[in-house]
């Protein structure tokens, strides 16, 4: 690559040993060196420098292909620029870097995020995991041909979550059903804590590192479905099972084993990790944050999820558990030579343990560890393995146990989500181990980075086909670009024969090869290779040159990691174990084994792995996503420049960007090329060139060569871009010197002016000092002189103001006394004539009073005459009525009869109950005064029983006085009143008794009246009854009547004469199928002929026809009258007209149903939409107004058939408006709908309204939904703006682009033009203003969703110039909201304020100066943090160079940010029914229904002459 054309001034990429690169700016040239002034304001002298871009955007780019200068210190700053602003994801042409947020980012994965990429094109929206998904699948469903997703990257990058986020979009697009409601991928998903369970490890690059490599296969049907998954798994790391690092980790499942439940660990013998060899070779044995317990039921969960039985669970962890007994058993010298033995009684005692978990015989397992068998053709012999052997035999039995459990459980899921053998194509997800170079490197390793290698050689192919197709593309010569390749490291390793692996399966089959030999071999082998070296220090190791580097491997564990015999021994014993899952484990082994003779070899079966694996790639179109974990301590927030370049390194990316230097790296659109270098050629620019040759101009005249000019790109060489930068930054500086002079010379002119101004101001100064003195002067002259002549006037003044005070004192006090005496003569005057105005009046009053009486009097006495007369005349009349007058009589008769029984029943009870509490009240009243009697008795008896003692007492004081004879008789007087008052006592208490029997025999009697009251209201009830179902007859034989009348008057002129004569009516009315005789309160039933039925069943066939000619109508579009839909008001007259509101069942309202449906069924014509949706409107308006729902009670049904009826007999006299026949109501729907009667709807009628509720509101939907269709196209065109010609971009010219200007508002134009049209179309069918309203503000809100998560997905939509051309547009709505009326467009512009705050944002100047609080509670009130910071991390200023918000206000954002990633910054589109029954019914004005017209097709009939009549 040719060195970069470098000048001082130049800013430059230079190596630094904290940061990796670091940017300066050139000083001083000197010959190869340059010096650069570091940012951190140190000097640097260097010959290894790199082009920086200054032009590049704030936030990066999102692929760096767009970068101008494609090398490592810019793709590391662009990596990390995105990095601090949270996006994640980058493009290297197609090719994914995806760097660890170490956070949670569930805004990026939601569903909604999920809609914005599906079906868009790789590259149109923000680099996403989901766009790579969404490439791979239209790529298949297109091309009908495989494709592969490869992700990559070393432990702790995210591979695993970014698998599971393709899984997951790929199911989003093409996922079915699986088995138990199960969905495949949700099978595969689930399989992932299983996996994980028995193949990661704690590393010490992560707490969860995989260790062996797993490619996904995705199978898909013919229709683009999921129909089956197979998981194919690479390279177990065996020997982590036996021996581990600190402060690494065994695999998970051993740790989790053993903190399972207390019965568990009691049931697999089991304790503390610490006291299992395996387990405690490190001293790590949590994980931070990670519950070991709670994982463990996790892990049986999920497989159980995955099929795996409880029987087959237990197996698994029986095996387990043996493994780490076997791990306990150790081995001591025997008494024989190179002989072991069972060390103690521990390693006795784990051995009996690990034969009870594995079913088998202990002396069996003991004789497998520590004998082997020799068969030689003369004999068996036996042989006992020394120490170390038995160790190594241990060890050995222990990693083959795991392995091929550890192949069982995959497949074992794969039989669970089963796969799919007719799938047409498939999507491979390869998640693999990355490049890994430790400070000690083994075989694990080696195999490693031999599959990264040939994962690179596929890379760099892909790489270069992508070079290749973007020249093919762009037509230009690429034939002698070099291809880089790495093949010579791939023949080193695998070659057959003489590869390193060849070499170490050759020395395996040698027993007494050692890693020495096997060293040696290599160094005499590939002394000469240039990827092979030796290192100084070490005689076993060796050096690999890899694309990513060297790696040190130390040959010290080759030999027995790459050995895969199985010892004979260990298959006999596991074979006949009691446990049929450990013999089929080893049944399976013993079927390898005898299928395959030759050796086999760890290293060998991983190259045929790896080769099917390879043919699988070969055989899709790859994707490539790289991974890059930014720091080691798994944090967020921290970018480490050297792990990251180490990192784009081993991921192959720094060798994409060497392969893309080897050619063109800088490509340029002509546009953007004109744009940067058109000032080093202003005259092309002023000419009138096609942009092509305008480029090739100015490339030539700087005299660049060995360009490329393809069809819509520049493609220059390496150090071209820096060459060109160079001359633009010598033409800046000169013009910036020029700039810089003319500067100075303003300066110097301005400064000269302010001296010689001050010069002037001086002078002028001093002059002025100078007249000022003279002036002074002057004026103390001129002062005294106005004193002295002030002084004078005061004195003269003085005096004549005293004398003239005198005189006005004099004058005032005549004045008012001649003022006073007319005061009061005035007033006297006037109370005389109040006095005379009060008498007049009251004389005038008492005339006008006597006049008015008289005059009264008078007319109420002609009044009277003329009433007598009109009397006489109207009773005259009156007897002249004749058959109206008897039918009249009738019903009165009838009427009064029913009255008058009902008042006499009433009188009864009211006389019976007065007379009762009249009774009632005497008896009370009489006990009320024989109680007041006896009570006075009482106490007049106790008054003369005191006088009576009183006087025994003074009787018995007297000393033996005879005794008188007159007290003697007075005590006799007294005892006979005593008894007279006890005789009227008693007698009283008897009628007492007797008032109380009388009562209750009046009870009694009252009980008998109250019964024979109730027995004749039942009475009543059914005449009221009877009476009810005559008015229903009368009403079905007048309808019929009004039939045949019309018939007949259609047929003869001459008949419509006598058809209006009264007669008719009263002839129709005694036609009644029924006649009714009333006899004591009871209703006799008296049937006519069954010939008077038949009327009847015609009535009914007629109904039919009148059906099929209303439905017939109304599948027409017979338009609108006055604005208002005839079909709605058709239906809703002819509903009311024959009543069928009130019916219990009915079919009219079904077949109305389905006209409607068959009219809007897949109908494509939005006018016939429009129209529908109007009389939905309508009708369903109507029926809100005129129905209510429920059932009346019966007594209140039975009121109103009594009152019905009455109004039946006075309609002689009165209208028949009121009457409610069908004959007499043609008028009944004259009136607006407040006249209207509210008809009590059965459940067919409210069923029809729920019917029709449901298509209005589907075809609202329907409507609404094509808008957005209609409109998505044009939103997709109207986000970015074109870019101007290229006049626009010379300076004084731009006033000559009006037509241009006209065409960047086209689109605008156009969604204005779809809006009017729309708008158009309603208005003519008359659809309400208020659907009109909740339309267009639906279809706003869906240009403000669309609009606002196109500009936050696209970062060349976040630019000043964007934001203007936007604001434009949004100009344009707010004109046509504004033309609309608010009665149509309603809300609709405030739904677009999303988009407007957004717009705002970015158009306004001096963001930086705004706050954090200024722009969330003034600028964008509306807008989340979330989607604040999306916007400013995106912003670039196109047009005038500005910066985004400042950045404090961009911390702040970002920390609120990673305190709540669950929210989206995407909005939702809001597909709901913003519209009630109620609100219609509220909007809407009333519809005079009578006044319609009916079409020409019904008005001809005389089934609807109602139709016809008018209202007055």
């Given at each position: 690559?040719?060195?970069?054309?470098?000048?001082?001034?130049s800013h430059?990429?230079?190596?630094?040993?904290?940061?990796?690169?670091?940017?300066?700016?050139?000083?001083?040239?000197?010959?190869?060196?340059?010096?650069?002034?570091?940012?951190?304001?140190?000097?640097?002298?260097?010959?290894?420098?790199?082009?920086?871009?200054?032009?590049?955007s704030?936030?990066?780019?999102?692929?760096?292909?767009?970068?101008?200068y494609?090398?490592?210190?810019g793709?590391?700053?662009?990596?990390?620029?995105?990095?601090?602003?949270n996006?994640?994801y980058?493009?290297?042409?197609?090719?994914?870097?995806?760097?660890?947020?170490?956070?949670?980012?569930?805004?990026?994965?939601?569903?909604?995020?999920?809609?914005?990429?599906?079906?868009?094109?790789?590259?149109?929206?923000?680099?996403?995991?989901?766009?790579?998904?969404?490439?791979?699948?239209?790529?298949?469903?297109?091309?009908?041909?495989?494709?592969?997703?490869?992700?990559?990257?070393?432990?702790?990058a995210?591979?695993?979550?970014?698998?599971?986020?393709?899984?997951?979009?790929?199911?989003?697009?093409g996922?079915?059903?699986g088995?138990?409601?199960?969905?495949?991928?949700?099978?595969?998903?689930?399989?992932?804590?299983?996996?994980?369970?028995?193949g990661?490890?704690?590393?010490?690059?992560?707490?969860?590192?995989?260790?062996?490599?797993?490619f996904?296969e995705?199978?898909?049907?013919?229709h683009?479905?999921?129909?089956?998954?197979?998981?194919?798994?690479?390279?177990?790391?065996?020997?982590?099972?036996?021996?581990?690092?600190?402060?690494?980790?065994?695999?998970?499942?051993?740790?989790?084993?053993?903190a399972?439940?207390?019965?568990?660990?009691?049931?697999?013998?089991?304790?503390?990790?610490?006291?299992?060899?395996?387990?405690?070779?490190?001293?790590?044995?949590?994980?931070?944050?990670?519950d070991?317990?709670?994982?463990?039921?996790?892990?049986?969960?999920?497989?159980?999820?995955?099929?795996?039985?409880?029987?087959?669970?237990?197996?698994?962890?029986?095996?387990?558990?043996?493994?780490?007994?076997l791990?306990?058993?150790?081995?001591?010298?025997?008494?024989?030579?190179?002989?072991?033995?069972?060390?103690?009684?521990?390693?006795?005692?784990?051995?009996?343990?690990?034969?009870?978990?594995?079913?088998?015989?202990?002396?069996?397992?003991?004789?497998?560890?520590?004998?082997?068998?020799?068969?030689?053709?003369?004999?068996i012999?036996?042989?006992?393995?020394?120490?170390?052997?038995?160790?190594?035999?241990?060890?050995?039995?222990?990693?083959?146990?795991?392995?091929?459990?550890f192949?069982?459980?995959?497949?074992?899921?794969?039989?669970?989500?089963?796969?799919?053998?007719?799938?047409?194509?498939?999507?491979?997800?390869?998640?693999?181990?990355?490049?890994?170079?430790?400070?000690?490197?083994?075989?694990?390793?080696?195999?490693?980075?031999?599959?990264?290698?040939?994962?690179?050689?596929?890379?760099?192919?892909?790489?270069?086909?992508?070079?290749?197709?973007?020249?093919?593309?762009?037509?230009?010569?690429?034939?002698?670009?070099?291809?880089?390749?790495?093949?010579?490291?791939?023949?080193?390793?695998?070659?057959?024969?003489?590869?390193?692996?060849?070499?170490?399966?050759?020395?395996?089959?040698?027993?007494?090869?050692?890693?020495?030999?096997?060293?040696?071999?290599?160094?005499?082998?590939?002394?000469?290779?240039?990827?092979?070296?030796?290192?100084?220090?070490?005689?076993?190791d060796f050096?690999?040159?890899?694309?990513?580097?060297?790696?040190?491997?130390?040959?010290?564990?080759?030999?027995?990691?790459?050995?895969?015999?199985?010892?004979?021994?260990?298959?006999?014993?596991?074979?006949?174990?009691?446990?049929?899952?450990?013999?089929?484990?080893?049944?399976?082994?013993?079927?390898d084994?005898?299928?395959s003779?030759?050796?086999?070899?760890?290293?060998?079966?991983?190259?045929?792995?790896?080769?099917?694996?390879?043919?699988?790639?070969?055989?899709?179109?790859?994707?490539?996503?790289?991974?890059?974990?930014?720091?080691?301590?798994?944090?967020?927030?921290?970018?480490?420049?050297?792990?990251?370049?180490?990192?784009?390194?081993?991921?192959?990316?720094?060798?994409?960007?060497?392969?893309?230097?080897?050619?063109?790296?800088?490509?340029?659109?002509?546009?953007?090329?004109?744009?940067?270098?058109?000032?080093?050629?202003?005259?092309?620019?002023?000419?009138?060139?096609?942009?092509?040759?305008?480029?090739?101009?100015?490339?030539?005249?700087?005299?660049l060569r060995?360009?490329?000019?393809?069809?819509?790109?520049?493609?220059?060489?390496?150090?071209?871009?820096a060459?060109l930068d160079?001359?633009?930054?010598?033409?800046?500086?000169?013009?910036?010197?020029?700039?810089?002079?003319?500067?100075?010379?303003?300066?110097?002119?301005?400064?000269?002016?302010?001296?010689?101004?001050?010069?002037?101001?001086?002078?002028?100064?001093?002059?002025?000092?100078?007249?000022?003195?003279?002036?002074?002067?002057?004026?103390?002259?001129?002062?005294?002189?106005?004193?002295?002549?002030n002084?004078?006037?005061?004195?003269?003044?003085?005096?004549f103001?005293?004398?003239?005070?005198?005189?006005?004192?004099?004058?005032?006090?005549?004045?008012?006394?001649?003022?006073?005496?007319?005061?009061?003569?005035?007033?006297?005057?006037?109370?005389?004539?109040?006095?005379?105005?009060?008498?007049?009046?009251?004389?005038?009053?008492?005339?006008y009073?006597?006049?008015?009486?008289?005059?009264?009097?008078?007319q109420?006495?002609?009044?009277?005459?003329?009433?007598?007369?009109?009397?006489?005349?109207?009773?005259?009349?009156?007897?002249?009525?004749?058959?109206?007058?008897?039918?009249?009589?009738?019903l009165?008769?009838?009427?009064?009869?029913?009255?008058?029984?009902?008042?006499?029943?009433?009188?009864?009870?009211?006389?019976?109950?007065?007379?009762?509490?009249?009774?009632?009240?005497?008896?009370?009243?009489?006990?009320?005064?024989?109680?007041?009697?006896?009570?006075?008795?009482?106490?007049?008896?106790?008054?003369?029983?005191?006088?009576?003692?009183?006087?025994?007492?003074?009787?018995?004081?007297?000393?033996?006085?005879?005794?008188?004879?007159?007290?003697?008789?007075?005590?006799?007087?007294?005892?006979?009143?005593?008894?007279?008052?006890?005789?009227?006592?008693?007698?009283?208490?008897?009628?007492?008794?007797?008032?109380?029997?009388?009562?209750?025999?009046?009870?009694?009697?009252?009980?008998?009246?109250?019964?024979?009251?109730?027995?004749?209201?039942?009475?009543?009830?059914?005449?009221q009854?009877?009476?009810?179902?005559?008015?229903?007859?009368v009403?079905?034989?007048?309808?019929?009547?009004?039939?045949?009348?019309?018939?007949?008057?259609?047929?003869?002129?001459?008949?419509?004469?006598?058809?209006?004569?009264?007669?008719?009516?009263i002839?129709?009315?005694?036609?009644?199928?029924?006649?009714?005789?009333?006899?004591?309160?009871?209703?006799?039933?008296?049937?006519?002929?069954?010939?008077?039925?038949?009327?009847?069943?015609?009535?009914?066939?007629?109904?039919?026809?009148?059906?099929?000619?209303?439905?017939?109508?109304?599948?027409e579009?017979?338009?609108?009258?006055?604005?208002?839909?005839?079909?709605?008001?058709?239906?809703?007259?002819?509903?009311?007209?024959?009543r069928?509101?009130?019916?219990?069942?009915?079919?009219?309202?079904?077949?109305?149903?389905?006209?409607?449906?068959?009219?809007?069924?897949?109908?494509?014509?939005?006018?016939?939409?429009?129209?529908?949706l109007?009389?939905?409107?309508?009708?369903?308006?109507?029926?809100?107004?005129t129905?209510?729902?429920?059932?009346?009670?019966?007594?209140?049904?039975?009121?109103?058939?009594?009152?019905?009826?009455?109004?039946?007999?006075?309609?002689?006299?009165?209208?028949?408006?009121?009457?409610?026949?069908p004959?007499?109501?043609?008028?009944?729907?004259?009136?607006?709908?407040?006249?209207?009667r509210?008809?009590?709807?059965?459940?067919?009628?409210?069923?029809?309204?729920?019917?029709?509720?449901?298509?209005?509101?589907?075809?609202?939907?329907?409507?609404?939904?094509?808008?957005?269709?209609?409109m998505?196209?044009?939103l997709?065109?109207?986000?970015?703006?074109?870019?101007?010609?290229?006049?626009?971009?010379?300076?004084?010219?731009?006033?000559?682009?009006?037509?241009?200007?006209?065409?960047?508002?086209?689109?605008?134009?156009?969604?204005?033009?779809?809006?009017?049209?729309?708008?158009?179309?309603?208005?003519?069918?008359?659809?309400?203003?208020?659907?009109?309203?909740?339309?267009?503000?639906?279809?706003?809100?869906?240009?403000?969703?669309?609009?606002?998560?196109?500009?936050?997905?696209?970062?060349?939509?976040?630019?000043?110039?964007?934001?203007?051309?936007?604001?434009?547009?949004?100009?344009?709505?707010?004109?046509?909201?504004?033309?609309?009326?608010?009665?149509f467009?309603?809300?609709?512009?405030?739904?677009?304020?999303?988009?407007?705050?957004?717009?705002?944002?970015?158009?306004?100047?001096?963001?930086?100066?705004?706050?954090?609080?200024?722009?969330?509670?003034?600028?964008?009130?509306?807008?989340?943090?979330?989607?604040?910071?999306?916007?400013?991390?995106?912003?670039?200023?196109?047009?005038?160079?500005?910066?985004?918000?400042?950045?404090?206000?961009?911390?702040?954002?970002?920390?609120?940010?990673?305190?709540?990633?669950?929210?989206?910054?995407?909005?939702?589109?809001?597909?709901?029914?913003?519209?009630?029954l109620?609100?219609?019914?509220?909007?809407?004005?009333?519809v005079?229904?009578?006044?319609?017209d009916?079409?020409?097709?019904?008005?001809?009939?005389?089934?609807?002459?109602?139709?016809?009549?008018?209202?007055?």
């Amino acid at each position: 690559m040719a060195a970069p054309v470098i000048i001082v001034g130049s800013h430059v990429w230079v190596e630094d040993p904290h940061l990796a690169w670091i940017d300066g700016q050139v000083t001083r040239i000197d010959g190869h060196n340059i010096h650069v002034k570091t940012k951190n304001g140190k000097t640097v002298v260097t010959s290894v420098y790199f082009p920086k871009d200054t032009e590049v955007s704030p936030g990066g780019v999102d692929d760096m292909t767009k970068l101008s200068y494609l090398h490592e210190p810019g793709v590391l700053q662009n990596l990390e620029t995105r990095y601090e602003l949270n996006h994640i994801y980058t493009y290297t042409g197609n090719i994914l870097i995806a760097v660890n947020p170490f956070q949670r980012l569930p805004h990026l994965y939601a569903t909604d995020m999920m809609e914005q990429y599906k079906g868009i094109g790789l590259g149109e929206l923000s680099p996403h995991v989901f766009a790579i998904g969404d490439a791979a699948y239209r790529a298949m469903i297109n091309e009908g041909k495989s494709n592969s997703i490869l992700v990559s990257g070393e432990s702790g990058a995210g591979k695993t979550e970014t698998t599971k986020m393709l899984m997951r979009y790929l199911a989003f697009l093409g996922g079915r059903s699986g088995v138990e409601g199960r969905t495949v991928e949700q099978q595969v998903l689930e399989s992932n804590p299983v996996l994980e369970a028995f193949g990661n490890a704690k590393t010490l690059r992560n707490n969860n590192s995989s260790r062996f490599g797993k490619f996904v296969e995705i199978q898909f049907d013919k229709h683009g479905r999921i129909s089956g998954a197979a998981i194919r798994t690479y390279l177990l790391e065996r020997s982590r099972v036996c021996q581990i690092s600190d402060p690494e980790r065994n695999y998970h499942c051993f740790y989790l084993l053993c903190a399972a439940p207390l019965e568990d660990i009691k049931k697999y013998k089991l304790g503390n990790p610490q006291s299992f060899h395996y387990l405690n070779q490190s001293s790590c044995y949590e994980l931070d944050g990670v519950d070991d317990a709670s994982e463990y039921l996790e892990t049986r969960r999920a497989m159980d999820v995955v099929g795996i039985s409880n029987e087959e669970q237990e197996a698994i962890f029986r095996v387990v558990a043996a493994i780490l007994h076997l791990g306990n058993i150790d081995f001591g010298l025997g008494e024989e030579i190179d002989s072991s033995v069972i060390k103690d009684e521990k390693s006795r005692f784990h051995l009996n343990l690990a034969a009870e978990l594995l079913m088998c015989n202990a002396q069996s397992l003991e004789d497998a560890l520590i004998r082997r068998v020799m068969v030689t053709p003369e004999e068996i012999i036996t042989r006992t393995l020394d120490p170390d052997n038995a160790i190594a035999s241990r060890d050995t039995l222990a990693k083959t146990i795991y392995s091929h459990l550890f192949d069982w459980i995959v497949n074992k899921i794969n039989t669970s989500i089963g796969q799919d053998p007719r799938s047409k194509s498939i999507i491979g997800v390869l998640d693999i181990y990355g490049f890994e170079s430790f400070k000690c490197n083994s075989f694990e390793q080696f195999c490693i980075n031999f599959t990264n290698e040939k994962l690179q050689q596929h890379f760099n192919q892909h790489v270069f086909k992508m070079e290749q197709e973007e020249y093919t593309k762009e037509e230009i010569d690429w034939s002698y670009i070099e291809f880089i390749d790495n093949q010579d490291v791939l023949d080193l390793i695998e070659k057959k024969p003489g590869g390193i692996i060849s070499l170490l399966d050759e020395a395996c089959m040698f027993p007494k090869s050692t890693h020495e030999t096997f060293s040696q071999k290599l160094f005499q082998t590939f002394k000469s290779h240039e990827r092979f070296s030796k290192p100084k220090l070490s005689q076993t190791d060796f050096t690999i040159s890899h694309y990513a580097g060297e790696v040190t491997y130390q040959s010290n564990h080759f030999i027995d990691k790459n050995k895969d015999y199985i010892v004979a021994e260990h298959q006999a014993l596991f074979t006949a174990s009691n446990c049929s899952f450990v013999a089929g484990l080893f049944h399976a082994l013993h079927e390898d084994s005898s299928r395959s003779s030759k050796f086999s070899s760890i290293g060998s079966r991983f190259k045929q792995q790896l080769h099917s694996l390879m043919e699988t790639l070969n055989g899709t179109e790859p994707h490539y996503i790289r991974c890059i974990k930014p720091n080691n301590i798994l944090k967020p927030g921290i970018f480490e420049n050297f792990n990251v370049i180490h990192q784009l390194r081993c991921g192959g990316v720094l060798e994409a960007i060497r392969i893309s230097c080897a050619g063109y790296p800088t490509r340029l659109a002509f546009y953007d090329f004109l744009e940067r270098f058109g000032l080093l050629a202003p005259e092309v620019l002023d000419g009138n060139y096609d942009d092509e040759v305008a480029c090739q101009m100015i490339l030539d005249k700087k005299g660049l060569r060995d360009y490329q000019v393809g069809k819509t790109k520049i493609f220059l060489r390496a150090g071209q871009m820096a060459e060109l930068d160079a001359r633009r930054a010598e033409v800046l500086g000169n013009a910036a010197r020029v700039i810089q002079r003319q500067f100075r010379t303003c300066i110097a002119r301005k400064k000269f002016r302010s001296i010689r101004n001050a010069a002037i101001v001086l002078q002028s100064f001093l002059r002025g000092e100078i007249t000022r003195t003279v002036h002074k002067k002057l004026i103390i002259e001129a002062a005294a002189l106005r004193f002295q002549k002030n002084f004078r006037r005061y004195i003269a003044r003085k005096s004549f103001v005293t004398n003239r005070s005198a005189a006005i004192v004099l004058q005032t006090g005549f004045k008012g006394m001649i003022a006073r005496n007319e005061f009061r003569l005035r007033r006297q005057t006037k109370a005389a004539i109040v006095i005379q105005a009060h008498w007049r009046g009251r004389r005038a009053y008492a005339y006008y009073t006597r006049l008015k009486k008289a005059a009264v009097v008078t007319q109420c006495a002609w009044r009277c005459r003329l009433a007598r007369r009109e009397l006489r005349m109207l009773k005259l009349a009156a007897r002249e009525t004749g058959a109206l007058k008897d039918a009249k009589d009738k019903l009165e008769k009838r009427v009064e009869e029913l009255t008058w029984r009902l008042q006499l029943e009433k009188r009864l009870r009211t006389d019976l109950e007065e007379a009762k509490l009249q009774e009632v009240a005497k008896l009370q009243e009489a006990l009320r005064t024989m109680r007041s009697q006896l009570k006075e008795a009482s106490v007049m008896v106790l008054k003369e029983q005191e006088a009576a003692q009183i006087a025994i007492e003074e009787a018995s004081s007297v000393n033996k006085k005879p005794v008188v004879v007159e007290d003697t008789e007075k005590i006799k007087s007294l005892s006979n009143e005593i008894e007279k008052l006890k005789g009227m006592l008693s007698s009283e208490t008897h009628k007492a008794d007797e008032a109380k029997q009388a009562h209750r025999s009046a009870l009694v009697q009252n009980e008998e009246l109250s019964k024979r009251l109730d027995e004749a209201g039942r009475k009543i009830n059914q005449l009221q009854d009877s009476v009810q179902r005559f008015q229903e007859k009368v009403s079905n034989l007048e309808s019929e009547n009004k039939v045949l009348r019309q018939q007949s008057l259609a047929v003869s002129p001459a008949s419509r004469a006598l058809a209006l004569r009264p007669k008719t009516t009263i002839i129709q009315m005694q036609r009644t199928p029924e006649r009714y005789t009333f006899s004591n309160g009871e209703t006799k039933q008296v049937q006519e002929p069954e010939t008077e039925d038949r009327p009847q069943k015609s009535l009914n066939q007629k109904q039919l026809e009148n059906q099929e000619l209303l439905l017939k109508s109304i599948s027409e579009d017979i338009g609108f009258s006055e604005g208002k839909p005839v079909a709605a008001c058709l239906i809703y007259k002819c509903l009311i007209h024959w009543r069928s509101f009130e019916v219990e069942r009915t079919n009219i309202f079904n077949r109305i149903i389905e006209t409607i449906a068959s009219a809007i069924e897949m109908q494509e014509n939005d006018d016939v939409l429009c129209y529908w949706l109007s009389n939905s409107a309508t009708l369903l308006m109507l029926l809100e107004r005129t129905l209510k729902a429920g059932s009346i009670p019966p007594s209140r049904h039975r009121a109103m058939s009594t009152s019905l009826f009455g109004r039946v007999s006075q309609s002689f006299i009165g209208s028949p408006q009121s009457v409610g026949f069908p004959f007499m109501n043609g008028r009944a729907l004259g009136g607006g709908l407040d006249e209207l009667r509210q008809v009590e709807a059965k459940y067919p009628a409210l069923l029809f309204k729920q019917q029709l509720t449901a298509y209005l509101e589907k075809i609202y939907g329907v409507i609404r939904d094509r808008m957005k269709r209609e409109m998505a196209p044009l939103l997709a065109v109207c986000i970015q703006a074109p870019r101007q010609p290229r006049s626009g971009l010379i300076k004084g010219r731009s006033h000559n682009n009006i037509d241009a200007q006209k065409a960047l508002i086209a689109h605008w134009h156009s969604i204005v033009t779809c809006l009017n049209g729309h708008l158009r179309t309603m208005r003519a069918n008359y659809v309400p203003s208020l659907l009109i309203a909740k339309v267009f503000g639906q279809i706003f809100s869906f240009i403000n969703v669309q609009l606002f998560n196109s500009l936050v997905l696209r970062r060349e939509c976040c630019s000043f110039s964007n934001g203007e051309y936007v604001k434009t547009g949004l100009a344009e709505l707010e004109k046509w909201c504004h033309d609309a009326t608010e009665e149509f467009a309603g809300s609709a512009w405030d739904e677009l304020k999303h988009i407007r705050q957004a717009v705002g944002f970015l158009v306004i100047h001096q963001k930086p100066k705004k706050s954090l609080d200024e722009i969330t509670t003034e600028l964008c009130p509306v807008l989340t943090v979330q989607q604040l910071y999306r916007i400013s991390t995106m912003y670039s200023d196109d047009k005038y160079g500005t910066h985004s918000v400042s950045s404090e206000v961009m911390a702040s954002m970002r920390q609120t940010v990673s305190e709540d990633t669950n929210k989206s910054f995407l909005l939702d589109d809001d597909s709901s029914i913003p519209f009630s029954l109620e609100d219609i019914s509220k909007s809407m004005p009333n519809v005079e229904v009578a006044e319609i017209d009916p079409p020409p097709l019904i008005r001809q009939n005389t089934s609807f002459m109602f139709l016809l009549e008018r209202s007055d």
